[in-house]
Antibody
Framework: EVQLVQSGAEVKKPEESLKISCKGS????????IGWLRQMPGKGLEWMGT????????RYSPSFQGQVTISADKSINTAYLQWSSLKASDTAMYYC????????????WGQGTLVTVSS | EIVLTQSPGTLSLSPGERVTLSCRAS???????LAWYQQKPGQAPRLLIF???SRATGIPDRFSGSGSGTDFTLTISRLEPEDFAVYFC?????????FGQGTKLEIK
């Protein structure tokens, strides 16, 4: 069974750093891109970027390029999303999702990590 | 960037009714790289339809997708109580992947 399990909710202050994780199981982790998506409170979905754990090749949305870093450790089947300096506007639910093997649909999703940034 | 516009924003319907949701793209989504997702409160989105009209694993056949070019639809032939949720379309023909703003189905 394919599963993506994300790290738990975080409460941080502005300017703090943060790294959240997404661990895949039940499939060959290195063969599928993993995407990160943001959902702000009461809003829709925004694609932030995608990484291929096999070689750590990554793609970013222009809206998020330079704002976050996506990485992966294939030895432990885990992808990461990190911020070096959080802002209040980063408060949102963040999902990781497996991209289809050959196309960009997201076929399996993590449960989400709620990030709250507040002073 | 391809902008996806969904309509209507909210629909109030009763179980048993048929519903068609619309997703319009700002430019052609070639090769039908269009997906639909369902999201219930407090849950992650779930893939329903990909490639415009292919149902994902385990999705009941009351869900169907169609369309081409810039106009796509998701049809639920007979609403079940568990279908009341928010539905998003997504294009994956070009980066950045983009989503529509969602259509909320609520019980009348």
């Amino acid at each position: 069974e394919v599963q993506l399990v994300q790290s738990g909710a975080e409460v941080k202050k502005p300017e703090e750093s943060l790294k959240i994780s997404c661990k895949g199981s039940g499939y060959t982790f290195t063969n599928y891109w993993i995407g990160w998506l943001r959902q702000m409170p009461g809003k829709g979905l925004e694609w932030m970027g995608t990484i291929y754990p096999g070689d750590s090749d990554s793609r970013y949305s222009p809206s998020f390029q330079g704002q976050v870093t996506i990485s992966a450790d294939k030895s432990i089947n885990t992808a990461y999303l990190q911020w070096s300096s959080l802002k209040a506007s980063d408060t949102a639910m963040y999902y990781c999702a497996r991209r289809g093997e050959t196309t960009g649909k997201f076929d399996y999703w993590g449960q989400g990590t709620l990030v709250t940034v507040s002073s | 960037e391809i902008v996806l516009t969904q309509s209507p924003g909210t629909l109030s319907l009763s179980p048993g009714e048929r519903v068609t949701l619309s997703c319009r793209a700002s430019r052609s989504v070639l090769s039908s790289y269009l997906a639909w997702y369902q999201q219930k409160p407090g849950q992650a989105p779930r893939l329903l339809i990909f490639g415009t009209s292919s149902r994902a694993t385990g999705i009941p056949d009351r869900f169907s997708g169609s369309g081409s070019g810039t106009d796509f639809t998701l049809t639920i032939s007979r609403l079940e109580p568990e279908d009341f949720a928010v539905y998003f379309c997504q294009q994956y023909v070009s980066l950045p992947y983009t989503f529509g703003q969602g259509t909320k189905l609520e019980i009348k």
